[in-house]
């Protein structure tokens, strides 16, 4: 069975930084595209970055410039980087995957990490 775990969240004042990872294990073939969501109360999961297994990247306007997508294909490991934490980016973050096992590709999420951003 194929886990994601996120780690790195926790609580932050305005204009912090914060560094998640989000490490895939299990019985893994290949990763392909790897995903960053966040859920703020009341709201709806929002996409907030993405990277494909050639590391091409997207992020959503609320946070381009202040975030950066990446990973680590030999550890199945992505990260978040977010510099320049406003209050508005409070949330849940969870980690997701299209991830190859044996016979099928199927999509992952992890169990997701709080990130609060205080004044």
């Known amino acids: 069975q194929v886990q994601l775990v996120e780690s790195g969240g926790g609580l932050v004042q305005a204009g912090g930084s914060l560094r998640l990872s989000c490490v895939a294990s299990g019985l893994i073939f290949s990763v392909n595209s790897m995903y960053w969501y966040r859920q703020a109360p009341g709201k709806q999961r929002e996409l907030v970055a993405s990277i494909t297994s050639v590391d091409s990247t997207y992020y959503a306007d609320s946070v381009k410039g202040r975030f950066t997508i990446s990973r680590d294909n030999a550890k199945n490991t992505v990260y978040l980087q977010m510099d320049s934490l406003r209050l508005e980016d409070t949330a849940v973050y969870y980690c997701?995957?299209?991830?190859?096992?044996?016979?099928?590709?199927?999509?992952?999420w992890g169990q997701g990490t709080q990130v609060t951003v205080s004044s």
């Open positions: 997701n995957a299209d991830i190859r096992g044996p016979y099928t590709m199927n999509n992952y």
